[in-house]
């Protein structure tokens, strides 16, 4: 209850500051909180537009929160959501014939598989070695883009464009989409159920068990015959497994292609909504819709208003991963 | 002639990367882990183009990028040595926080998406000399510091141990809170050689990553001057070497290859074990607010 | 120092001491763990501000708010972890904080002449060598030199020689006399008798907070100062019953454990045995080898030797899962405990995976057993969902028994200091269960500081002293005097 007033005044904290520094710049408070709130609330479509944002922020909410719960700081989610997608791509392009119950299947464990794999490095190298998993995952996430630019200009290139981005998948591949305009797509589902399954990993299963106790009380769990390294990789490659999966609602559900550089840091957000969700999977869910939400309407801020773009929601991120981070000063987890 | 040229190209893309490895070396010496480098040489880029796009004047330009630099160590300092927030967190934020408010603040003051007004050639430092020279300075005086200073050793031993300062009476976050600011003062060099030596104003997410090279470098130069001057300059070399390439289409590997070699490299060295002892360069204190 | 008291939450950790400290002598303050004697000391370097009570130094009245001050009065102190910085100099870490200065830089010949005129011959020490590399041995004479380099007379020494080599006491010794014959007062805090006879003129002896003894140590025995220490003769306990199978083949054996360490925790090759129903005693003061020793035998760390359970050698393997060894840690938040967690899912730690259904993990059967073990040991808390961080630290540790001795049932039970912190009653039902797990047949390495405790239990006693076995004793009825002698 304590640490649920403590989330929600920093994200009070995080609006009023950021609402100071627009209506500074010079844009009435009431014209943002207006538009902010019609940008939601105002009809079905603009709540399904919100979903939509709110469906990768899932993906890499939990992706943080797993790691976190090892007593890991995964700041990859970013890089190993594209090296999901890579893979999906991969698999999408590669299998052109399968039927679309096989297709998406298999496209969503390459997602899940390619973010794990990448993330696996990171748990691997601080399990054996003690590399700091903060310092490798920056590379990682440096390297992935390099990695991923390299194909999709390369070997996966659209042959029929000039952007950078890959050719477009089957039709079979396509994911449901619940109303013609709004891209929300049946990816969402896969969020949800995510959810659900991370909390059962973690809260009901032995492994979770194992894991927790690693990520809170360390010298215990070594004490106590649990396999330390071992559990620290699987937990990195369920991390990064989850990030992959925005692969899933993106070239899936919506671009229908991979274009360069698409997430533009969700991986980024997946920290804020973790922390926000105190790594509760299912608050993750709730922490996920606001972000999602304030994603949204900050695009409209840039259409409605002179003043605002829509990097006022980076604002308010930032701004809120600064006070929930100062109201819950880390226990030393390495 | 060709090689004065690769080299010098390869001093140009150094350049950044220097002033922002010292700044965090500063920074990370001192016992406060610093991955906020990129908000550093973004937030000191953008105000010294603003400045100048405004006044016209290279010394409010210069004194403002500085400025900007040093605001974002305040917040920084702030949450992390008084507040004892997660470094690595607090750095983050401030990443997310520089990125999001350089946008709206053009689009308030000059209707852009994220650029300030072109400079004209007159309100540009087009030489890289005082850059350089800057630079060595930067390089010498750190050198210095750590070498000879009371304050560097301070530093240090913030950094290492800090009980070793606590129990002579010394104030170690009032160390580390110098520390960092002079960091974030020397970053921002390398912000304002973004946007009025290199470019002609701020562009749209500037530092594209070089504070997390900086970084990188950082890490592969041990956190000791000279080797992390030597790691900026490879880095920068490689840098310009693919260009090159690339340009003259002599040879085809992929830029994407040469791209990643500073971080691929970085994670070799933290992948390798370090041989006697396994002996850990890192300040013994980063991120132990325990300690 | 006159009345001083001090406590901590309602704890009297000084009560009214009174403390004299004459110019050039060498003072001892002794007493067992948690005697109040680092915070009598903490209290006159300011580190920590006393509740009541007056400090006089020569006849003035002075009242330190932090070290600096009482540092600018002359007194010094080192404390029982040295703060020294590794990656810089011995010189660095001397001056560190009152730097000879110019202009900012530090002036590394003013420094270095000082410090050759304050150390002569006997206090050298390499200056520009990175201090990470010197032995343990320098890192004390770096942190003496730190004071003297203060102009420090009064100086105050916490546990010094607890990490130094016998030949770097010898030492470290000399040079201690040398300082009192150039004019300077020590103080040092001890437990070891032979270093009060062999080095101080006067010992003032603590227990529970207060003064029990003042004496010049020309005019007393060992006899007088262990009554002082220990607030009466030890008893002796004869062991009750034996259940130790002497014939069977060992629980565990250990041979030639070495363990090398730069200072405390080392091991140098010790061997020993525990036969099935027998309880081996490991007496010595703290910080001798006995964490190194558990650590070990769990192989977390790397030792040479061998180490065989039930004549199967345990190298590398996860002794705690594979072998089912139970444990009792001594740190009972850090190394035992899951703090955030409820009681019933601390009763499982380690043994998790006994309680799977279907990939799950059965929470109600975790319950139960938690409850089923618990019950015998009467831990006071509202049911075992509630978090064990509430609970008093006895009923913490009673957790931590019924988990490791009921819910195990090893073979081979390793206890350190299992009834630490822990009331009268509950220790009564620790022991019960303790010796009820030898009766049964297991094996059981009990290290405690309590002699006691050790006395009481063991079959058979052996003492750590520097990480070596400086004696070995046979139960029944023990000794306490000459096993307490062995330990210091």
């Given at each position: 209850?304590k640490?649920?007033k403590?989330?929600l005044?920093?994200?009070?904290a995080?609006?009023?500051l950021?609402?100071?520094i ?6 009435s408070?009431i014209?943002?909180?207006k538009t ?5 609330f105002s009809?079905f479509?603009?709540?399904s537009y919100v ?5 990768p922020?899932i993906?890499?909410?939990?992706s943080?929160?797993?790691a976190?719960?090892a007593g890991l700081f995964n700041?990859?989610?970013?890089g190993?959501?594209y090296i ?5 791509t991969?698999f999408?392009?590669t299998?052109l014939?399968?039927p ?5 299947t298999?496209?969503?464990l390459?997602?899940f ?5 990448w993330a696996?490095?990171a ?7 003690g590399?700091?998993?903060?310092i ?6 440096f390297i ?11 070997a ?8 950078p981005?890959s ?7 396509h994911?449901h989409?619940?109303s013609g ?10 969020a949800?159920?995510?959810?659900i399954?991370?909390?059962l990993l973690?809260?009901?299963t032995n492994w979770g068990?194992e894991v ?5 009380s360390?010298?215990?769990?070594r004490r106590?015959?649990?396999n ?6 699987e937990?990195?490659?369920l ?9 899933v609602h993106?070239?899936?559900g919506?671009a229908?292609k991979?274009k360069?550089q ?6 980024f ?9 105190r790594?509760?999977p ?5 922490s996920?819709?606001?972000?999602g ?5 900050a695009?409209?801020?840039e259409l ?21 981070a100062a109201?819950?000063?880390?226990k030393n987890?390495? | 002639?060709?090689?004065d040229d690769?080299?010098l190209s ?10 922002a ?6 920074s990370?010496?001192?016992g406060v ?9 973004l ?6 183009a ?14 403002s990028?500085l400025?900007?630099g040093?605001?974002v160590?305040?917040?920084?300092s702030?949450f992390?040595?008084?507040v004892k ?17 350089i ?7 000059y209707?852009?998406?994220g650029q ?6 007159q309100d540009r430092?087009s ?7 800057a630079?060595l300075l930067?390089?010498?005086?750190t050198?210095?510091?750590f070498?000879?200073s ?6 240090t031993?913030?950094?290492?141990h ?6 002579q009476g010394?104030?170690?976050d009032f ?6 600011l002079?960091g974030?003062?020397?970053?921002s060099?390398?912000g304002i050689y973004l946007?009025?030596?290199a ?5 749209r ?5 070089r504070?997390?090279?900086?970084l990188?470098?950082?890490i592969?130069?041990r956190?000791k001057?000279i080797?992390t001057?030597l790691?900026c300059?490879f ?5 310009s ?14 830029t ?8 691929l490299?970085t994670l070799?060295?933290l992948?390798?074990p370090?041989g ?6 890192a300040?013994?204190?980063i991120?132990?607010?325990d300690? | ?6 406590s901590?939450?309602?704890f009297?950790?000084?009560k009214?001491?009174?403390f004299?400290?004459?110019?050039g ?9 948690g ?5 009598l ?13 007056e400090?006089l130094i ?14 600018a009065?002359g007194?010094?102190m080192?404390?029982q972890h040295?703060a020294?910085?590794?990656?810089i100099?011995a010189?660095?870490?001397i001056?560190?904080g009152?730097?000879?200065q110019?202009?900012?830089?530090i002036?590394?010949k003013?420094?270095l002449?000082q ?8 206090l050298?020490?390499?200056w520009e060598?990175?201090?990470?590399s010197?032995?343990?041995g320098?890192h004390?004479r ?10 420090a007379k009064?100086l105050?020494?916490d546990e010094p020689?607890g ?5 770097e006491v010898k030492?470290?010794?000399?040079l201690l ?5 150039q004019?300077h007062?020590?103080v040092?805090i001890?437990?070891?008798l032979?270093?009060i006879?062999e080095?101080?003129?006067e010992?003032?002896?603590?227990r529970?907070?207060q ?7 020309s ?6 100062l262990v009554?002082a220490?220990?607030g ?12 130790a199978?002497?014939?069977a083949?060992s ?8 363990v090398?360490k730069?200072g ?7 061997s020993?045995q525990i ?9 010595g003061v ?7 020793l ?5 192989e ?6 061998q180490i065989?359970f ?5 190298k ?8 089912n060894?139970g444990?009792?840690?001594?740190d009972r938040?850090?190394q035992?405990?899951?703090?955030d967690e ?6 499982v730690?380690?043994?998790s995976?006994r ?6 993990l ?6 139960e057993f938690?409850?089923?073990v ?5 831990v006071?808390?509202q049911?075992?969902?509630q978090k064990?961080s ?14 490791e001795?009921d819910?195990r ?10 009834t630490r ?8 039902s620790?022991h019960?269960?303790?010796?009820s797990?030898a009766?049964n047949g ?7 500081s309590?002699l ?5 239990l063991s079959?058979?006693v052996i003492?750590l002293?520097?990480?070596?076995i400086?004696?070995e004793f046979m139960g029944?009825q023990?000794?306490?005097q ?5 330990m210091?």
């Amino acid at each position: 209850m304590k640490n649920f007033k403590e989330s929600l005044l920093s994200v009070l904290a995080g609006i009023v500051l950021s609402l100071i520094i627009t209506s500074l710049l010079g844009e009435s408070p009431i014209t943002i909180i207006k538009t902010m709130y019609y940008s939601v609330f105002s009809s079905f479509d603009q709540l399904s537009y919100v979903l939509f944002y709110t469906t990768p922020l899932i993906f890499t909410g939990l992706s943080v929160a797993v790691a976190f719960h090892a007593g890991l700081f995964n700041i990859g989610s970013e890089g190993q959501l594209y090296i999901g997608s890579l893979f999906t791509t991969f698999f999408s392009l590669t299998f052109l014939n399968l039927p679309s119950f096989f297709a998406i299947t298999g496209a969503i464990l390459f997602a899940f598989l390619g973010g794990g794999l990448w993330a696996a490095i990171a748990g691997f190298l601080k399990a054996k070695r003690g590399s700091h998993e903060v310092i490798v995952t920056i590379m990682l996430n440096f390297i992935s883009y390099a990695v991923c630019g390299y194909f999709i200009l390369g070997a996966f290139k659209n042959p029929h464009s000039q952007n950078p981005e890959s050719a477009e998948i089957g039709l079979q591949y396509h994911l449901h989409r619940f109303s013609g305009d709004a891209p929300l797509n049946a990816a969402i589902f896969l969020a949800i159920f995510c959810a659900i399954l991370t909390w059962l990993l973690l809260y009901k299963t032995n492994w979770g068990f194992e894991v927790r106790l690693i990520g809170s009380s360390l010298e215990t769990a070594r004490r106590s015959g649990i396999n330390i390294k071992r559990r620290l990789i699987e937990a990195m490659f369920l991390s990064g497994g989850l990030a992959g999966l925005v692969g899933v609602h993106e070239i899936l559900g919506h671009a229908y292609k991979f274009k360069d550089q698409f997430s533009n840091g969700l991986g980024f957000v997946g920290i804020a909504v973790a922390l926000l969700a105190r790594n509760k999977p299912l608050m993750v869910l709730f922490s996920a819709l606001l972000f999602g939400a304030l994603s949204k309407s900050a695009l409209d801020l840039e259409l409605d208003t002179e003043k605002i773009t829509r990097d006022m929601a980076l604002i308010i991120q930032g701004l809120i991963i600064l006070f929930v981070a100062a109201s819950q000063r880390r226990k030393n987890a390495s | 002639m060709l090689l004065d040229d690769l080299i010098l190209s390869a001093v140009r893309i150094s350049l950044p990367l220097i002033f922002a490895a010292y700044g965090g070396m500063l920074s990370e010496k001192s016992g406060v882990a610093n991955i906020a480098l990129e908000a550093y040489l973004l937030f000191s880029s953008f105000c010294a183009a603003a400045v100048m796009a405004l006044t016209h004047n290279l010394g409010f330009s210069i004194l403002s990028g500085l400025l900007g630099g040093v605001f974002v160590g305040i917040i920084f300092s702030f949450f992390t040595v008084k507040v004892k927030s997660d470094q690595i967190i607090a750095g983050m934020a401030l990443n997310i926080l520089a990125t999001g408010l350089i946008p709206v603040l053009c689009k308030a003051f000059y209707g852009t998406s994220g650029q300030t007004p072109s400079l004209e050639i007159q309100d540009r430092i087009s030489s890289t000399t005082p850059f350089i020279i800057a630079a060595l300075l930067v390089f010498i005086g750190t050198f210095i510091l750590f070498k000879k200073s009371v304050f560097g050793l301070r530093v240090t031993a913030a950094g290492d141990h800090p009980p070793a300062l606590r129990s002579q009476g010394i104030n170690v976050d009032f160390v580390r809170v110098k520390a960092i600011l002079i960091g974030a003062a020397i970053a921002s060099v390398g912000g304002i050689y973004l946007s009025l030596g290199a470019g002609s104003g701020y562009t749209r997410n500037m530092s594209a990553g070089r504070g997390f090279i900086a970084l990188a470098a950082l890490i592969f130069g041990r956190w000791k001057p000279i080797p992390t001057l030597l790691a900026c300059l490879f880095f920068g070399f490689f840098d310009s070497l693919q260009i090159f390439l690339q340009t003259s289409g002599t040879l085809t590997i992929p830029t994407q290859f040469v791209q990643v070699l500073p971080y691929l490299l970085t994670l070799v060295l933290l992948a390798v074990p370090t041989g006697k002892a396994q002996k850990n360069f890192a300040p013994q204190a980063i991120n132990r607010p325990d300690l | 120092m006159r009345e001083v008291s001090k406590s901590y939450a309602g704890f009297n950790a000084n009560k009214k001491v009174n403390f004299n400290l004459k110019h050039g002598s060498i003072h001892a303050i002794a007493g067992e763990n948690g005697a109040g004697k680092s915070t009598l000391m903490k209290v006159l370097f300011g580190l920590t501000k006393p509740n009541s009570g007056e400090i006089l130094i020569n006849g003035e009245k002075k009242s330190f708010k932090s070290p600096l001050e009482a540092i600018a009065s002359g007194i010094g102190m080192v404390q029982q972890h040295f703060a020294l910085s590794g990656v810089i100099s011995a010189l660095e870490n001397i001056i560190l904080g009152a730097e000879p200065q110019k202009f900012g830089f530090i002036n590394h010949k003013e420094a270095l002449t000082q410090l050759t005129q304050i150390a002569k011959d006997n206090l050298n020490v390499p200056w520009e060598r990175e201090t990470n590399s010197l032995p343990i041995g320098e890192h004390q004479r770096i942190e003496i030199l730190k004071l003297l380099f203060r102009k420090a007379k009064i100086l105050i020494l916490d546990e010094p020689t607890g990490v130094l080599t016998p030949k770097e006491v010898k030492r470290f010794f000399e040079l201690l006399k040398n300082l009192k014959a150039q004019g300077h007062s020590i103080v040092i805090i001890t437990h070891k008798l032979d270093e009060i006879f062999e080095l101080c003129d006067e010992v003032t002896v603590l227990r529970r907070g207060q003064v029990t003894g003042h004496f010049k140590v020309s005019s007393i025995t060992k006899d007088d100062l262990v009554q002082a220490m220990i607030g009466r003769r030890l008893k002796n306990l004869p062991k009750e019953k034996s259940f130790a199978q002497n014939d069977a083949p060992s629980v565990l054996k250990v041979q030639n454990l070495l363990v090398s360490k730069p200072g405390r925790g080392k091991l140098s090759g010790i061997s020993f045995q525990i036969k099935p129903g027998e309880i081996l005693g490991v007496a010595g003061v703290e910080g001798n080898g006995q964490q190194t020793l558990v650590e070990a035998l769990l192989e977390l760390e790397k030792y040479s030797g061998q180490i065989f359970f039930e004549s199967k050698n345990t190298k590398n393997l996860n002794v705690r899962r594979d072998l089912n060894y139970g444990l009792i840690s001594e740190d009972r938040h850090h190394q035992s405990l899951w703090l955030d967690e409820s009681v019933a899912n601390n009763s499982v730690i380690g043994l998790s995976s006994r309680f799977l259904k279907n990939c799950f993990l059965n929470f109600k059967a975790v319950s139960e057993f938690s409850e089923k073990v618990l019950k015998k040991y009467d831990v006071s808390m509202q049911n075992v969902q509630q978090k064990v961080s509430g609970l008093s630290g006895g009923n913490q540790q009673k957790v931590i028994i019924a988990r490791e001795i009921d819910g195990r049932a090893p073979k081979l039970l390793i206890a350190s200091q299992p009834t630490r912190g822990v009331d009268v009653g509950a220790i009564e039902s620790i022991h019960e269960s303790i010796i009820s797990l030898a009766q049964n047949g297991s094996g059981i390495l009990l290290i405690s500081s309590e002699l006691e405790e050790i006395c009481k239990l063991s079959d058979r006693v052996i003492v750590l002293r520097n990480g070596e076995i400086s004696a070995e004793f046979m139960g029944p009825q023990y000794d306490t005097q000459k096993i307490g002698e062995a330990m210091v």
